[in-house]
């Protein structure tokens, strides 16, 4: 099995190392990647990753309002909320 990672793309950088703190709490391997960016590897053999994106999702979505998950190709784009 090879090895990818999920990426994920922060609106702020307040916000990237709120997450990568989160991600580590819960025994992911997060790490800050540029500016905004953080990858979390996982092993590829398509399912793994797959849980691993939800699980991921459901940490930002605990979060709170601050912000909002968005998957596009791939990679989670979080954002703050709109209004």
Request: with cysteine; net charge negative; aromatic share 2%.
């Amino acid at each position: 099995m090879s090895e990818t990672t999920i990426d994920l793309h922060a609106a702020r950088i307040p916000d990237r190392d709120k997450l990568v703190e989160l991600l580590r709490d819960h025994g992911l391997e997060a790490e800050p990647h540029g500016e905004l960016d953080i990858q979390v590897p996982c092993e590829d053999d398509g399912r793994a990753c797959d849980d691993l994106f939800v699980h991921v999702e459901t940490l930002v979505m605990d979060l709170g309002a601050t912000m909002i998950p968005i998957k596009h190709d791939g990679v989670i784009y979080l954002r703050p909320p709109v209004g």
